[in-house]
């Protein structure tokens, strides 16, 4: 994974990392809303579900709803994140997170598209901002679902 600074202009982050565990057990991972809110340690964070959404509690940062979009198992699951619990969650009050399995070389490669900051975002410098510290917490999580699908975590 090769970090990089954001341009103000981008409008999305695309990041990927090779799994050494089967697809079924990577998607299981990546398909259950809000995996990607904390710090690696799922005793730390509540998901409650709100009608179709999902709100994921990560003390001390708040409360992060996430909405199931689509299913393709085990090769697709996409959901809308937001900073808002209140904001319904459509294009222009949160971005998209899609997450592609495929197998290769005996195991998953998983790739992450996060989409719409610049709707989200209309100043270039919070979009920039916003894109810097999703990047980097990109890095973070693919790693923590590296190391969780590889151990069998949560099996």
Known sequence: MIMSVPDASQDRIEREI????????????????????????????????????FV??????????ILPVKSDAPHYVSFRGGDDPAQPLVEGT???????LSERDGGTLLRVVESGFAALYPSA???????????????????????????????
């Open 56 to 65: 994921v509690e990560f003390p001390p940062y708040g409360r992060f709803p």
């Open 94 to 100: 949160s971005t998209l997170v899609e997450f592609f």
């Open 18 to 53: 090779q799994i050494d565990a089967p697809i079924e057990r990577v998607f299981r991972l990546v398909s259950e809303p809000g995996w990607f809110i904390g710090d690696g340690d799922p005793g730390k964070t509540t998901t409650t579900r709100e009608g179709n959404v």
């Open 125 to 155: 410098e919070c979009r920039a901002s916003a894109l810097e510290g999703n990047i980097e917490g990109w890095e973070i999580q693919l790693a923590f679902a590296k190391r969780d699908a590889e151990s069998g975590r949560g099996e």
